[in-house]
């Protein structure tokens, strides 16, 4: 028999990705579409092109497992998909997490929130710059702050966007980098 080629056509659609538990490493995954050149986002993903369906899940979302909204865009559609890879890798092996005091740490007071603002406290950032990035579910960025210079344990107010729901926020101090989720109330 010939070999089957994918199917394309009918409306393009996110299918389970491909997840690697022990490493991050993320394969989104589509069925259908119109053939031509799909865009992907999926904040806390690393990768190289916004055309890229492979990449890595960035290690501080990895031992603080959320959901991942991975969104598809073809010809102006988009689809999207929610993809839990905390519980698509509970009961395998669990990825170690740094050693206290050691590289970027983020942590959210006051998770879940009804305000819209949020503090971070950042610690492995001495003497370096941050820049914080809200995004919002659907991958907008609403807001950015930089600090010049952080000290040893850094608080920082995150603006969030006005509407309920899941934030994520993204730290980076020179190549390091750590997305951290936060849940907005009513």
């Known amino acids: 028999t010939p070999p089957t080629t994918p199917a394309t056509g009918g409306s393009l659609s996110l299918t389970m990705p491909t997840y690697v538990c022990t490493t991050g490493a993320i394969t ?8 031509t050149t799909i ?31 991975i969104t598809a865009t073809q010809s102006g559609v988009t689809t999207s998909l929610t993809f839990d890879f905390g519980a698509f890798c509970a009961g395998t092996a669990r990825v170690a997490s740094a050693e206290p005091g050691v590289g970027l740490s983020v942590r959210v007071l006051g998770n879940p929130t009804a305000g819209d603002v949020v503090s971070l406290e950042v610690r492995g950032a001495e003497g370096k710059s941050l820049n914080i990035q809200t995004i919002d579910a659907a991958g907008r960025l609403q807001s950015e702050q930089l600090v010049k210079q952080a000290s040893v344990v850094e608080t920082v ?5 006005r509407p309920a729901g899941v934030y994520l926020l993204q730290v980076q101090a020179g190549a390091e980098r750590q997305t951290v989720r936060v849940v907005k109330g009513e």
């Open 28 to 35: 989104i995954n589509t069925a259908g579409g119109n053939g």
């Open 39 to 69: 865009a992907y986002t999926a904040v806390g993903v690393q990768r190289a092109l916004a055309t890229s369906n492979t990449g890595t899940v960035e290690p501080g979302l990895r031992g603080d497992p959320k959901p991942l909204l």
């Open 157 to 161: 107010r995150a603006r969030l966007g």
